[in-house]
């Protein structure tokens, strides 16, 4: 096993990385809450986790990762009202994108993918566990609200080092039946304009989950009472963070032994975020970059420091791709099939860098001075350097998600063809319908002039009664 080094929350340091399982990592991050398209500030995380599994694998360990999906939230119920939709439509479908969005980029995926809605008994019986112990209470206003006691609980804070009288409760936190405007809701009773559907019987009458319990329940479900790594973007750090180790803790929980926050991708400055109306969306930035390209640009800077979005960045790691894909094909494994990882074959700075709480930019820098090496020793005909280059800067993209021989790679290809399908047969019932109109109105000149420059295309048009069809 390597010794990887990570950022400790409480510490404010760098320390050793001892799993509490040998030989293994359990790792939880917090996945989206399925109200709108991922942009590239939420993909983000997938990728700085994706890699950090990718680094833990090959440095031999095996890793299970668990990714939720907040799938019953106030916004999802918001917007699927806005958009005339039921609120679990608007979350599969986004839901969807989610997945489309990794797999654009490369990412595997997680070893389970909860969704909330799946554990209300579970999440239920935690907050009964926290009533009982006396760090929960039902609101006296007969809301139905169930609410963490954040003053009950003494080390409240402790994961963003704060202390409780210092803060301040969130702006659009609703004071109602609150013994504390900072007590943070477990249960939120059902209110006569939400769905039906959007809520569940409990002890303290029919309501839906607080966003903080989801995850708290999920983790521990799925990876035991303690686990290795909790992660998400560094927005979740406070409170969402903080409110779920008070609350696993509170119940009698471990919980996470470590915490793990990526920084923001920022547009003119600020996070990027839905709210803003500043995302760039994964699938218009895909379109317009190569994912390749738009993975290493979200993969080269430290993951503790924010990322600056222009298209001059994405152009330079667009750059840089074509020069670890030039220096592939002259050695002729560009369109080789999945690499042959052998650990033995990273260089030790690479390694090094690794191991240093995933510092991305020192081993970058490594791929590309191999690259180079590899460059003059095909320059010079030195054959078994240029072999050993070569071997290198696989395993290097391979560990880094960058490999184009990786299967995540041929799937990404798969669903873009796929949706560049979809794309032309919405193309073609355009043109086809101009042509239908054309002919419609006797405007045989343009009707034919349609039809001969489809056919220019090697599209082939056939009439019928019921229509025309294309073919390629």
Same mark, same amino acid.
């Given at each position: 096993?390597? +010794? ?11 320390? =050793? ?8 990592? %359990? ?53 699927? $009202? ?21 797999? +654009? ?10 969704? /909330? ?25 007969? %809301? ?24 301040? =409760? ?17 249960? &939120? ?6 769905? !039906?559907?959007?809520?569940?019987? +409990? ?5 839906? =989950? ?35 180790? /008070?609350? !696993? ?7 996470? &032994? ?15 975020? &839905? %709210? #803003? ?20 640009? #979200? ?5 503790? +420091? ?6 001059? %960045?994405?152009?330079?790691?667009? !750059? ?17 099939? =999945? ?60 560990? #880094? ?10 799937? $990404? /290809? ?27 109105? &006797?405007?045989?000149?343009? /009707? ?25």
């Amino acid at each position: 096993m390597v +010794s990887y080094q990570i950022y400790d929350e409480a510490s404010g340091a760098v320390v =050793p990385f001892v799993p509490l399982r040998e030989g293994e990592v %359990s790792i939880y991050h917090c996945g989206l809450t399925v109200q709108a398209a991922p942009h590239l500030g939420h993909i983000r995380k997938e990728v700085v986790f994706d890699v950090l599994r990718r680094w833990l694998q090959a440095s031999g360990y095996k890793v299970r990762i668990v990714a939720n999906v907040t799938d019953i939230d106030d916004k999802i119920l918001t917007k699927s $009202a806005a958009a005339g939709l039921e609120w679990y439509e608007l979350a599969y479908a986004v839901e969807l994108q989610l997945h489309r969005a990794y797999q +654009s980029l490369g990412c595997l995926p997680p070893t389970y993918e909860p969704r /909330a809605t799946g554990h209300i008994p579970e999440m239920i019986d935690m907050i009964s566990r926290l009533v009982d112990a006396g760090h929960a209470y039902a609101a006296a206003d007969g %809301s139905g609200d169930v609410y963490f006691d954040v003053k009950s609980w003494p080390t409240y804070g402790e994961l963003t080092r704060q202390r409780v009288d210092d803060m301040a =409760p969130a702006e659009d936190s609703d004071p109602r039946g609150k013994r504390d405007p900072r007590d943070f809701a477990l249960w &939120k009773g059902h209110k006569p304009d939400e769905p !039906a559907t959007a809520s569940w019987p +409990s002890p303290w009458g029919p309501g839906r =989950p607080g966003w903080h319990l989801e995850c708290s329940v999920m983790a521990i479900k799925y990876l035991g009472e303690g686990f290795d790594i909790h992660g998400g973007g560094l927005d979740l750090r406070f409170p969402h963070h903080e409110n779920e180790q /008070a609350q !696993a803790r509170a119940a009698g929980y471990p919980f996470a &032994k470590y915490w793990m926050h990526n920084a923001f991708v920022t547009m003119a400055g600020e996070k990027m975020s &839905k %709210s #803003l109306g500043n995302g760039a969306l994964v699938t218009e930035v895909t379109a317009q970059y190569p994912p390749r390209a738009v993975r290493l640009y #979200l993969t080269a800077p430290h993951y503790r +420091s924010a990322i600056e979005l222009s298209s001059e %960045s994405l152009a330079e790691a667009t !750059a840089q791709l074509s020069r670890i894909d030039a220096y592939l094909a002259r050695v002729g494994v560009l369109d080789d099939g =999945p690499v042959d990882f052998d650990f033995t074959d990273l260089p030790v700075a690479f390694t090094a860098a690794m191991d240093d709480d995933m510092s991305t930019p020192a081993a970058v820098a490594v791929l590309f001075d191999t690259i180079r090496a590899g460059h003059k020793a095909l320059d010079g005909g030195d054959v078994n350097a240029a072999d050993d280059a070569t071997k290198a800067v696989r395993a290097m993209l391979h560990v #880094l998600g960058l490999d184009p021989g990786d299967p995540e790679w041929a799937d $990404a /290809a798969s669903a873009s063809n796929a949706r560049a399908s979809e794309a032309l047969d919405g193309l073609m019932g355009l043109v086809l319908d101009q042509r239908a109109a054309a002919r419609q109105a &006797k405007d045989w000149a343009t /009707a034919d002039a349609i039809r001969d420059r489809l056919n220019s295309l090697g599209i082939t048009v056939d009439d019928s009664p019921t229509g025309a069809r294309w073919t390629l």
